[in-house]
């Protein structure tokens, strides 16, 4: 994959400047050696335009004796997705004791993968890794006076101080791995349950199974707990059969995280000519992994294997009319005009590449 276009803004900063802003695991290795130059052990890259945006998001590259200072985020939820490494978030209550924990690996492991952290909950991350790599999304604007750190919330600055901190927690109880608990809504939507959510891969088996079992060939499992929420997130599967028709969101941006399987995101002018076909896959696939969606542009996604495994992120609170559906694609209750729909876009993409 070729490298993307980017802005260093400080040491260990950088912002992207791609039009449709992707990435694959191999062009985050840039970043994971920068986090030697990093006066805070840490390197990112943002792959939104600006503070302003509704969605903030970022690929984070941690040395493994990072210190990450506990503090909470007033009323705006966050999610951590570990891409690479090994550790664990931790809670605390007002007073600074430890109430909870989430232990992280990767994907692959048996760990959970993903944390989503609600607002005003104090945590922290600790690292057993030699470094570890993850994908940050929050709620937008960006506003440093959101982030609190409490009181009791140690400012170290010196290794030996960080050390021990690390060696406390690390030794710490570690809650048991536990399973996403969630219901089913629809036949296409089931909604974790409130609190801090954790989620590792075979909590997605389950909708793997269940997915041909739907009408449409898509499910999901949204992790937001309203349709007010500011931050909108959900694990979606797909199969090789699904169709979506193409359509674009009126002030905000989306992004797509893939997991497992492979397809191609095609970005379309307002006639539903091509601009952009960017080849999406898993982090092993050497396709880019993840695409961000600016707001104002038709898309599709194109499936291109059995299932489609995504975590995908959007800013709320839901609004039906902030998504455009366009007239030049077809519906999908209409199986004839999306067979030939389907049949030409395959033919206009081939062209196009």
Known sequence: MSKIQTKKLVEGVWQNLE??????????????????????????ICMHDATTDRQQE?????????????????????SFHMIDGAGKYIFFDDNGVQIDDVRL???????????????????????????????????????????????????????TETDQFRAFHTTQPVKPV????????????????????????????YFKSEVYKTARKRIRLCVHQTDDDLLHEMFVVYTGMTYVRANK???????????????????????GNIIEIVPLGSKSSNKNFFVRVPQGVFHTIIMKSDVLVIHEATPGPFNREETLWASWSPIDSDQEAVAAYSKDLAERMERFS
């Open 249 to 271: 969101h009126i002030g905000k941006d989306e992004s797509l995280h893939i997991l497992e399987g492979e397809a191609d995101f095609v970005f379309f002018d307002d006639d």
């Open 105 to 159: 690996g990767n994907y692959e492991s048996d760990l959970p993968f993903y944390c989503r952290i609600p607002g005003n909950l104090n945590h922290s991350l600790v690292l057993y890794s030699d470094h570890a790599v993850a994908h940050e999304v929050c709620t937008g604007p960006f506003d440093k006076a959101s982030t609190v750190f409490p009181s009791w919330s140690p400012d170290y600055k010196t290794s």
């Open 19 to 44: 039009r449709f802003p992707h990435i694959s695991y191999e062009g985050l290795q840039d970043y994971v050696a920068a986090i030697e130059q990093s006066p805070t052990k840490r390197a990112r």
């Open 58 to 78: 970022m690929f984070i590259a941690f040395d493994g004796s990072s210190y990450v200072r506990p503090s909470h985020h007033v009323n705006r939820d966050e």
């Open 178 to 205: 536990q399973g996403c608990q969630y219901e089913r809504i629809t036949e296409e939507m089931c909604r974790a349950k409130p609190g801090v959510v954790s989620i590792k891969r075979s909590d997605l088996e």
